[in-house]
C-alpha cells in the first residue's frame, strides 16, 4: 500500500473511499463493502446533530468546535470511532480498543452492514454523552508518564488505527521528537501539516529529526 492524497470531501469518501492507498476509486476498495453500513452511520450522526467534515481521509463529524467520532472502513470490519473516549461511560460494554496500544475502548466495530440499523439507540445515547462533554468543554484527565502531545497529535492518532500503532512502537525517545516538533509548532494548521508530512517517518519507525 502506498500513501496517496488524502480527500478532504465527506462525499468523495462515500463515493470512491479515503484516498490513501491504490485501492482508491477501485471496486476492491473497503468503503465498497461496507458501503450502506457506512452510509447508515453517516445518517446517525448527522440527525444528531453533529457537522460532517473530512480529516485525516474520513467522514468526521463535530459539534461544538470539537470532533466527536470519525468513520473507517478496512478489510475485515469498520467502525464508527469516538475521540475522548476515556470520558464514555459505556453502560454496555460495546466499545473496543482498535489495537492493543490503544489507552481506553474507542470504536464501535461492525461486521454486517445491518449493524448499524439494530444498534441505532445505542449509538445516538454515545454521541449524545460525547457532544454534552463538548458543550461543557469537559477532556479526559492527563495519565501518569503521557507524552505531552498536542491535541491533532492525538485526534490523528484516534482516527488513523496504523499510524497509532506505528507511533507506540516508537522507542521513548523518538516520541518525544515529536512531541517537541509538533508543539514548536506555533498554529494548529502548521501541527496538522507537519503530522500529514511526518506520517511517513512514523510508519517507518523514525523519529522528527532522522532522515
Known sequence: MTDRAMITD????????CGRCDRFATPDCSTRTWLSGLVTLRRICRDAGLTET????????????????ILGAFRGDFRLTFFNAALLADPEGVLERQGPNTRHP??????????????????????????????????????????D???EMVEALDADPALAEAFAALTPGRQKSWALFLNDAKTPATRQSRIEKGRGKIMAGKGATER
Request: glycine fraction near 8%; charge should be neutral.
Open 10 to 17: 465527506p462525499e468523495t469518501y462515500f463515493a470512491k473511499g
Open 54 to 69: 473530512a480529516k485525516w481521509g474520513h467522514p468526521t463529524y463535530m459539534h461544538r468546535g470539537r470532533k466527536i467520532a
Open 106 to 147: 474507542d470504536c464501535l466495530r461492525f461486521t454486517d452492514t445491518a449493524m448499524p440499523t439494530a444498534m441505532e439507540p445505542t449509538i445516538r445515547t454515545y454521541l449524545f454523552e460525547a457532544m454534552g462533554y463538548a458543550e461543557q468543554g469537559t477532556l479526559p484527565a492527563k495519565e501518569p508518564g503521557e507524552i
Open 149 to 151: 502531545l498536542p491535541p
